[in-house]
């Protein structure tokens, strides 16, 4: 699958829709001031929301011993199993893991496609997925849910995970292997996107997808996504690229449009480069539909981070939540 986000150049101008940033320029997809924003506006949300009774999809008490295995950057150091990192002299220090049937699990799926660190006015696509994943994360931590990351290329497939655990701190260890492409294990094909995100959970979990769907294939994609829903609750997060493409006009009349994901190039007119907005947003649209017609539920993010937040912060506590009736 490749992803149709160009760069553009034309003339004596150019156009460009930045790809990954020099590093000592480079500003975080999603920053501590804006976490805490975040943070804030759920506590208020989950506050309204949750006044009454309420029920989970899981049920249970307590926690149940897992097993041992090697600390990981987020992990508490809480649950260093110090016995058991001395017979390893402690390198690796171990940890002791827990799972909590009382919670549900939450494990986002997100697009990391080099045409997600793509964007306009200094805003990639990358941010928007990058506050999406700190919305339902922070989520998560309200109810104590465990959360977990998986990552995957449009153009290659591959899909690289972070095991779902507890709390705030494990939330922004995600959001550092979103950013960075670090922290991250391999994930085993399973031979299908359905099969292999399954495999990652030990139980029914909510599993949000986000991308822009700006793929060879979105169809293909939304029926993995369709074959996943039947044992997870799975929805999309469909992230509105139109705002990307809201591009200056230029003076030359033949601009190159050139595929950051393969490479290909082609030569539009200036008039079909300032179409691409609208391109982007019918397709999306079409994508939108697709989705509903496989009943999958849509949320689209745009470029207002705020509105963002409450939109998909109030959408994930309603997922989360099961009022008693």
């Not at 550092?176 to 299908?192: F, I, K, T, W």
């Not at 793929?215 to 509105?240: C, I, M, Y």
């Not at 690229?241 to 200036?270: H, K, T, Y």
């Not at 391109?279 to 496989?294: G, Y």
Request: aromatic share 6%; charged share 25%.
């Amino acid at each position: 699958m490749s992803t149709h986000v160009p760069e553009l150049t034309g003339g004596a101008r150019s156009l460009k829709m930045p790809g990954r940033p020099h590093p000592a320029e480079a500003t975080p997809l999603v920053n501590l001031a804006e976490i805490t924003e975040i943070e804030l506006l759920i506590l208020r949300q989950m506050r309204e929301m949750t006044i009454g009774d309420h029920r989970s999809r899981s049920h249970g008490s307590g926690f149940d011993y897992v097993g041992v295995r090697e600390w990981q950057a987020g992990d508490r150091f809480s649950s260093i199993d110090w016995p058991q990192s001395s017979l390893t002299d402690f390198s690796p220090l171990i940890v002791r893991e827990f799972d909590q049937p009382s919670t549900a699990t939450v494990m986002v799926v997100v697009d990391d496609s080099p045409s997600m660190r793509c964007g306009t006015r200094g805003v990639p696509l990358a941010a928007v997925s990058a506050r999406a994943v700190a919305t339902i994360g922070l989520s998560a931590v309200f109810f104590q849910d465990m959360f977990g990351l998986v990552t995957f290329d449009a153009g290659s497939g591959g899909l690289a995970a972070v095991s779902p655990r507890i709390g705030r701190n494990h939330v922004i260890h995600c959001l550092d292997a979103y950013e960075h492409r670090r922290g991250l294990r391999e994930v085993r094909d399973a031979g299908s996107l359905s099969t292999t995100v399954a495999s990652l959970v030990r139980r029914t979990a909510l599993v949000p997808f986000v991308s822009d769907f700006l793929v060879d294939d979105p169809r293909s994609v939304l029926r993995e996504l369709a074959l996943l829903n039947t044992t997870h609750d799975a929805f999309v997060v469909l992230v509105d690229a139109a705002f990307a493409f809201e591009l200056p006009r230029v003076s030359a009349g033949w601009i190159e449009v050139c595929d950051v994901e393969s490479g290909r190039a082609q030569i539009i007119s200036r008039s079909q480069a300032m179409r691409l907005r609208d391109t982007v947003r019918r397709w999306q649209d079409d994508v939108a539909r697709a989705a509903k017609d496989l009943d999958l539920d849509v949320v689209r993010l745009g470029a207002d981070a705020t509105a963002n937040a409450m939109v998909l912060a109030e959408f994930v506590a309603e997922r989360r939540l099961r009022k008693v009736t």
